[in-house]
């Protein structure tokens, strides 16, 4: 029997990068996905093709985060083709356009919130009525939540994803009780397309290598086999927790 077999999964996020993975990760490992977007369907339809290739079943959804009434119009699609749900992995984030707190515009700065914050608490709070009892919430967060010093014009994100941390705490209390474990992954510096732009150079990608300790850059597939354990019943044990996912590269 695969690790999932039976259960039912949302990802936001999962047409791209970090999300594609972990959706391709728990669909291929049993798990019938939500396959959510925002904008580029011809992406989560490959997604969704490649875990039905493998064996597997899964669904796209479309939903833009961050913006009034999003978290009840992603359920809304996803409650007319799945019954309940057992893990909920809150991937979907977004970086600031406006970098450094000189430059930061209220407006950027509600933008950042809206996706990093907003959009998860909202996303999460329809959700645990759906939730069923042992089921698992992933947040993907960040090492700079942790390390905000390192990058200081990242400072809206920083304070974004720190939120988040804390919205992990306080659930994993509140749903304890229901054998739910809520928990934080924080990646570093992962290789996809939306690190590309800071990884434009081989000069760069050896650079952002050598911070981590284990001497390469992050893959997708790191993050999404972490959040396979967490989902699973085998990190049942392990809830509340912020888990650092960067191959050392905070130490």
């Known amino acids: 029997m695969k690790t999932f077999e039976g259960k039912t999964a949302l990802v936001t996020g999962s047409s791209r990068g970090i999300g594609r993975s972990v959706a391709l990760r728990l669909g291929q ?36 985060l961050g913006v009034p009434g999003d978290a009840e119009a992603l359920f809304d699609q996803f409650d007319r083709i799945a019954d309940g749900l057992d893990i909920l992995v809150n991937n979907v984030g977004a970086e600031p356009a406006e970098i450094g707190i000189g430059e930061t515009t209220e407006g950027g700065f509600d933008a950042v919130f809206a996706v990093n914050v907003k959009a998860p608490f909202f ?5 645990m009525s759906r939730l069923r009892d042992g089921g698992r919430i992933v947040n993907i967060s960040s090492g700079i939540s942790r390390s905000a010093s390192s990058q200081p014009e990242y400072v809206t994100y920083a304070m974004a994803k720190s939120g988040l941390d804390t919205l992990t705490a ?42 981590a300790c284990l001497g390469r850059l992050g893959q997708p597939e790191d993050i999404a086999a ?8 085998d990190g049942g044990w392990v809830t509340g927790q912020w888990l650092d996912a960067s191959g050392g590269m905070l130490l």
Do not use: C, M, W
């Open 226 to 233: 972490v959040v396979a354990f967490l989902a699973s019943a």
């Open 123 to 127: 996303v999460t709070k329809q959700a």
């Open 29 to 64: 490992e049993g798990a019938r996905v939500a396959v959510h977007y925002r904008s580029n369907e011809a992406a989560a339809k490959e997604v969704v093709a490649a875990i039905d290739a493998a064996g597997g079943s899964a669904f796209t959804i479309q939903a833009e």
């Open 170 to 211: 306080a659930l994993a209390k509140q749903l304890g009780p229901r054998g739910i474990t809520v928990n934080t992954v924080a990646p570093g510096l992962v290789e996809t397309e939306p690190t590309a732009a800071k990884l434009f150079s081989e000069e760069a990608r050896q650079f952002a290598a050598s911070l």
